[in-house]
Antibody, heavy 122, light 111 residues
Framework: QVQLRESGPGLVKPSETLSLTCSVSGGSMSRYYWSWIRQPAGKGLEWIGRFYTTETSSYNPSLKSRVTMSLDTARQQFSLRLTSVTAADTAVYYC????????????????WGQGTLVTVSA | SYVLTQPPSVSVAPGQTATIACGGDNIAGKSVHWYQKKPGQAPVLVVYDDSARPSGIPERFSGSNSGSAATATLTISRVEAGDEADYFCQVWDSRSDHPEVFGGGTKLTVL
């Protein structure tokens, strides 16, 4: 299983753009699908979206208009951009990996980063 | 969108068996995955595809998803203090525009 590590600003101002990077080591990114998931303090896990290819991604409908994901296999990085953030976007953000053909429908998350806390505040 | 329901909390004494339920409409027709989440740590996949265990997960962790009850179940046998954590179930509803669904989580307390 690859190792994942999220990085990015811990503080973002309201209405600005949240940008996070997931650095991947220990294996080829092409063997996995990549997702972002977040957890607000005291709440459950919320799926943000999954990246399959440049042409194919799946996003949470409630966030779709504000989310962009991208993959840079040369750099072994997976990125998230979330625009027009509000306090409701304050959460720990995780990148997660799904090994291809590992679980039914490629639907489980076998690898997770440690998470990075992003606070939206002026 | 699809909804998964979990009890907020389950308590069990060390050495006993913990059972955590995950309810959803026709859940027996879906593949259910379970994650363990400890404070400040990344989630860990403990059961996938209803009952399969990833490499490195103890046999004490098992899952089921069958029968007439609209629930999937995570069972932890011979519970240890280190099992205290939040446990989340998850399914992928491919027919939904919100395909990825997590349950609200169950806090397992080891007495």
């Amino acid at each position: 299983q690859v190792q994942l590590r999220e990085s990015g600003p811990g503080l973002v101002k309201p209405s600005e753009t949240l940008s996070l990077t997931c650095s991947v080591s220990g294996g080829s990114m092409s063997r996995y699908y990549w997702s972002w998931i977040r957890q607000p303090a005291g709440k459950g896990l919320e799926w943000i979206g999954r990246f399959y290819t440049t042409e194919t991604s799946s996003y949470n409908p409630s966030l779709k208009s504000r989310v962009t994901m991208s993959l840079d296999t040369a750099r072994q990085q997976f990125s998230l951009r979330l625009t027009s953030v509000t306090a409701a976007d304050t959460a720990v953000y995780y990148c997660a990996s799904t090994p291809k053909a590992y679980c039914s429908g490629d639907s489980c998350y076998a690898g997770w980063g440690q998470g990075t806390l992003v606070t939206v505040s002026a | 969108s699809y909804v998964l329901t979990q009890p907020p909390s389950v308590s069990v004494a060390p050495g006993q068996t913990a059972t955590i339920a995950c309810g959803g409409d026709n859940i027996a027709g879906k593949s259910v995955h379970w994650y363990q989440k400890k404070p400040g740590q990344a989630p860990v996949l403990v059961v996938y595809d209803d009952s399969a265990r990833p490499s490195g997960i103890p046999e004490r962790f098992s899952g089921s998803n069958s029968g007439s009850a609209a629930t999937a179940t995570l069972t932890i046998s011979r519970v240890e203090a280190g099992d205290e954590a939040d446990y989340f179930c998850q399914v992928w509803d491919s027919r939904s525009d919100h395909p990825e669904v997590f349950g609200g989580g169950t806090k397992l307390t080891v007495l």
